[in-house]
């Protein structure tokens, strides 16, 4: 029987022990945080011992971006010290230890630990470079069964990947738990990497940072056109090379380097792994990054804003920041698929062509990483899928680098490779002798991977449990199809709405698959799952349709839109049969209104919900507003006015201000997720996980809230305070805009809210109809994309992706 983990003890609470501690909490594990007692504290001074654990603490506390889901979950971390409190490593399950990359602290500090672990407690290091056999080689035997690294990436809440290290003597059923306990409780993508120097992603991804460096020398480049080219163009991180070596900070960046090149004698690159010297210098002047306010770009305050620097590595002074623009770039954005874009950037050479400086960087910074990530092969992983998967949740890099090599053509790149007279790695010779053109081939639903060791093909394995909605069409799951959305079967009387177009932005062909959705459940399902899996589940109407209606005053073509919409979320929300939402990634505006009408909500951990209208100038008009005041009738504490008063007043700031939770726990502070809407810590289970709550809800006999809905029918009676509430709100609105806290038209759009959430001017609190409260949504939302303000704020946001106060 695997052992099953409870508590966690974490020892260590520098920038990593903090932050995987709030992750710990995160995931509703309680854990104790210690660190070292502040040099020369005498004992019997519990307040000043704990000086360095609760700087640690706090530092999480205080993080952006946010460690913790909520402030609230930092109570679930305890704090000691390594003097006082080590013995409450007994308490422990796990205990992970994220001391400084010393061998011989982390050596002394597991010996003193020994005797305090538990049976059958696990215990694992967080290094990022040191042999993690040689830590606790000198440890019990049965230490070392219950022993291994589990090395996760910064920031822990956020970048998926776990690098799982066994020790020579590991059992099997510690890596079966540590994988288990990883993937579901603390959402992570786990992969099996070999005790080797800087194990997996860093060791390939380093390399790649310092190829980079030297392809700009070579070709001339700057900065900011090096950044240019490893950025989004290329499915990599906004962050690119040098903003991301800023965020990682160049002290660490360099002892990771000095680590690899001390470690690997026998790597035929190793002199790549020399600091260059400009970095030396950087790190000598102390410029290492955000952590001290300028690395290779450095905030400055100018006219009133902050602009931002860029270092001229050959001066070592700063200069304004300058804008690139490479032809190969600027057509290559047009691209949207990323392995057509990688094609059409890399192509042109593999052809022949010269290219442009962009098009030859990006060639000799592409060929020479997947050529030695494909030369590591063996070394540092048994599986190619582990090193992809890697690179992608290490580095958020989009596809790995046996993955870019299959969408450049595996024969074409290695043709190129040749021609230019460098040898191919034993990996690549021996997939191309085995008649095979890609790492990775897909049929039905089923992908196969080339297998190293073997030469053959063997299935990619999901964990189990896993739902991927690709996969399910290509298997011809697929029922209907238009250009917004599609209707799948899951299976055990389960159909999936998945939202397809871009941002899958809520327009006329997805409003049509839900109804179709809608019709094909009562006729052929049991239930229905709303989800999707790309980066966000919907960020709300497409506001440049709705843009352009206001611009052309189709004032009855803007009205029958939001009737419509308003339409089927009523129709979600009075199904036959039980209709679970799956949000992850942004769900904002119309997404959100979407959640908020079904039977229930099955949250990824990071979705950031929120009703987000008045930043345009608009209100959501889709049933948001609606819903927020029948949650605020539940909340209310009593059945008097008052009550209900005081549940409307958080519920107006949180639409007024288009407040969005930065957690799904936060959400459910918000008010968009209700007390019994679950969370599915892994993305990647979410799917599968609202399928599961949907058969739930089935099998406990679902009752819909009424037999049927038709237009114009008695739904949920709503109470609402009119004027009782309606005046203060203004008289609040008034004083945020005398403080400058609100312009005018947040004024304006804010009294427009205020009377839906009143229900209008009434002289007394009432109870109206549904249909009462949403025609007063639509009048409201048509009658504010008539402003030119609003007009104004849409067309901002359409261009900048940013709000406008105008």
């Not at 008097?640 to 949180?654: G, N, R």
Request: charged share 25%.
């Amino acid at each position: 029987m695997n052992p099953r983990i409870e508590k966690a003890v974490v020892l260590g609470a520098g920038t990593m022990g903090s932050r995987i501690a709030a992750h710990f909490a995160n995931a509703g594990l309680p854990c104790v945080l210690l660190d070292i007692v502040p040099p020369g504290t005498p004992a019997g001074q519990a307040g000043d011992r704990n000086k360095i654990v609760r700087a640690g603490l706090d530092a999480a506390k205080k993080a952006k971006p946010a460690a913790f889901f909520t402030a609230s979950l930092a109570d679930k971390v305890e704090i000691g010290n390594f003097d006082d409190d080590l013995a409450r490593c007994a308490e422990a399950d796990w205990i992970i230890e994220v001391v400084a990359e010393n061998l011989d602290i982390k050596r002394n500090l597991l010996a003193r630990v020994a005797p305090f672990r538990k049976p059958g407690a696990i215990v694992t290091t967080n290094t990022s470079g040191l042999p993690v056999h040689l830590i606790a080689e000198a440890m019990p035997e049965d230490f070392q069964q219950h022993w291994a690294g589990t090395h996760f990436f910064n920031p822990p809440r956020y970048l998926k990947l776990v690098e799982l290290i066994p020790g020579p003597k590991t059992s099997s059923s510690v890596i079966e738990t540590l994988t288990d306990f990883c993937d579901r409780r603390l959402g992570k993508g786990v992969v099996i990497a070999k005790d080797t120097p800087n194990f997996i992603a860093n060791r390939i991804g380093t390399f790649s940072m310092l190829n980079a460096l030297r392809l700009m020398t070579s070709l001339g480049m700057t900065i900011e056109e090096v950044d240019a080219c490893t950025g989004p163009a290329v499915g990599q991180p906004k962050s690119a090379t040098f903003r991301t070596a800023d965020i990682v900070g160049l002290d660490v960046l360099v002892h990771v380097v000095k680590n690899i090149y001390e470690t690997v004698p026998n790597d035929e690159s190793r002199e790549i792994y020399k600091i260059p010297p400009f970095i030396e210098e950087m790190v000598r002047r102390g410029w290492l990054g955000d952590k001290t306010g300028q690395g290779f770009y450095k905030r400055v305050k100018g006219g009133g804003d902050k602009e931002i620097l860029t270092l001229d590595v050959n001066t070592m002074d700063y200069r304004p920041r300058q804008k690139t623009k490479f032809g190969s770039i600027e057509a290559g954005k047009a691209v949207e698929d990323t392995r057509e874009r990688l094609r059409a950037l890399v192509g042109p050479l593999l052809e022949g062509q010269k290219g442009d400086k962009a098009q030859q960087f990006l060639w000799g910074a592409l060929s020479e990483m997947c050529l030695y990530a494909a030369r590591r092969m063996q070394e540092i992983s048994d599986n190619v899928e582990d090193v992809d998967r890697a690179m992608r949740w290490g580095f958020g890099w989009e596809m790995g680098p046996f993955e870019q090599m299959d969408a450049l053509g595996v024969a074409s790149f290695a043709a190129q490779v040749r021609k230019e007279g460098r040898a191919l790695p034993a990996v690549l010779e021996k997939l191309l002798a085995s008649g095979r053109k890609s790492f990775y081939e897909s049929e039905k639903g089923k992908t196969a991977v080339f297998d190293i060791k073997t030469g053959a093909a063997k299935p990619v394995e999901e964990p189990k449990g896993v739902i991927i909605l690709k996969s399910l069409k290509d298997a011809g799951r697929e029922v209907e199809r238009n250009t917004g959305a599609s209707l799948l079967d899951l299976g055990d009387g389960v159909v999936c709405c998945e939202f397809q177009g871009k941002m899958n932005a809520i327009g006329a062909d997805l409003i049509a698959m839900l109804h179709k959705g809608l019709k094909r459940l009562q006729s052929d399902f049991d239930a229905m799952v709303i989800a999707n899996q790309a980066v966000n589940f919907s960020v709300g109407a497409n506001l440049m349709l709705v843009l352009v209606g206001a611009q052309e005053q189709e004032w009855d073509e803007l009205h029958m839109a939001v009737k419509q919409f308003q339409n089927v979320n009523l129709a979600l929300k009075y199904a036959p049969k039980p209709v679970v939402a799956a949000p992850q990634g942004m769900a904002l505006g119309g997404g959100c209104e979407i959640g908020l009408h079904t039977a229930k909500i099955q949250a990824a951990a990071e979705a950031y919900i929120g009703l987000v209208e008045t930043g345009v100038g608009l209100i959501p008009g889709g049933g948001g507003t609606k819903e927020m005041l029948i949650r605020s009738n539940e909340h209310a504490a009593g059945g008097e006015d008052l009550d209900l008063f005081h549940a409307l007043k958080p519920v107006f700031e949180t639409i007024a201000m288009a407040k969005v939770g930065t957690s799904a726990e936060e959400c459910r502070e918000h008010g968009f997720l209700r007390r019994d809407d679950g969370v599915s810590m892994n993305r990647d289970r979410l799917v599968a996980d609202a399928k599961e709550v949907a058969l739930g809800l089935v099998r406990g006999g679902w009752k819909p809230l009424a037999a049927s809905w038709q237009e114009g029918a008695r739904t949920t009676q709503i109470k609402v305070l009119g004027e009782a509430f309606l005046a203060p709100a203004k008289l609040a609105i008034h004083m945020l805009q005398r403080g400058g806290y609100a312009t005018e038209y947040d004024g304006q759009v804010g009294r427009k809210l205020a009377n839906i959430l009143a229900g209008g001017p009434l002289s007394s609190s009432q109870t109206v109809s549904e249909q009462y409260i949403l025609d007063l949504e639509r009048e409201a939302f048509v009658s504010l994309c008539g402003e030119k303000k609003t007009q104004e704020r849409i067309a901002h946001t359409l261009k900048t992706g940013k709000p406008l106060r105008n």
